[in-house]
């Protein structure tokens, strides 16, 4: 299941929607709003998307992510809009067999997503805003 | 308006005398510009790196960008990628989601 929302999400409530009899694992990775940036107090960010063309990448990332792991169920939320720090801005959840292929695939997703789908974070400060310029270690 | 008149300002009925795209512009390269998209006409066999020449060419905000990506239709395409007439082709920067 792919949503790009305004709305925060409930981690809880999505695994609760994604469980299975079949499945012995969900690995699930929530990325979140970070108050400090290259030494810089973040006061919120706002996130931007190509929104179209975000969900077709992100139906394809869901679909390779099944494909190439045998997992069995993928969930990716992703919001947009202003948000605060602290606050959840994406949602991977991933339902498997066991925990290596829910992991592996979690991980695949996040990579994949940092850079294959066109969204956009920019970084509000006392000192400015700032598009951020992602590092695929971050 | 009637079709021909229409399919001819589209440039359907040009024989193929020119290529007109529409351009959107996303996150950074929606503030450089000051434009959500922009409509650009060029020469038939025209490529993406022959619209990003235009494109730099009109708004010089653009010319210290690096790492531009592009996409048609939704689907990343190279720099040298062939462009056909009425086409959507985005251009914007690294993503930075997750």
Same mark, same amino acid.
């Given at each position: 299941?792919?949503?790009?929302? !305004?709305? @925060?999400?409930?981690v ?13 694992a ?27 063309? %975000?969900? =077709? ?7 390779? %992510? ?5 997992? =069995?169920s ?5 919001r ?9 801005? $994406?949602?991977?959840a ?28 920019k970084?509000y400060?006392?000192d ?8 695929? @270690?971050? | 308006?009637?079709?021909?008149? !229409? ?10 005398s ?27 066999g025209s ?14 905000? $653009?010319? @210290?960008?690096?790492? $531009? ?11 040298d ?7 959507d082709v985005?251009?914007f920067?690294?993503v930075?989601?997750?």
């Amino acid at each position: 299941m792919i949503r790009i929302t !305004r709305e @925060d999400f409930s981690v809880d409530e999505t695994i609760r929607k994604l469980r299975t009899d079949e499945m012995g694992a969900v690995a699930t990775f929530v990325g979140v709003v970070r108050g400090e940036s290259k030494g810089r107090k973040v006061d919120h960010i706002e996130v931007h998307v190509y929104e179209e063309m %975000a969900m =077709k990448q992100l139906q394809a990332i869901e679909k390779r %992510a099944i494909e190439k792991f045998g997992v =069995k169920s993928v969930t990716i939320i992703h919001r947009i809009g202003s948000l605060n720090v602290s606050e959840n801005i $994406m949602l991977i959840a991933v339902g498997a067999g066991h925990r290596r292929e829910a992991f592996d695939a979690c991980r695949y997703i996040l990579e994949q997503i940092k850079r294959m789908v066109p969204i956009w974070k920019k970084e509000y400060t006392p000192d400015g805003s700032y598009w951020v310029e992602e590092k695929h @270690d971050d | 308006m009637g079709l021909s008149r !229409r399919l001819f300002r589209e440039g359907l009925l040009t024989g193929g005398s020119r290529l007109k795209v529409r351009v959107r512009f996303f996150a950074l390269y929606e503030e450089l510009t000051g434009r959500d998209e922009e409509e650009y006409v060029l020469k038939p066999g025209s490529k993406v790196e022959d619209l990003i020449d235009l494109v730099v060419e009109k708004h010089e905000s $653009m010319k @210290d960008v690096t790492g $531009m990506l592009v996409a048609i239709n939704n689907s990343f395409v190279k720099y040298d990628a062939s462009l056909k007439d009425l086409e959507d082709v985005a251009l914007f920067p690294p993503v930075s989601g997750g």
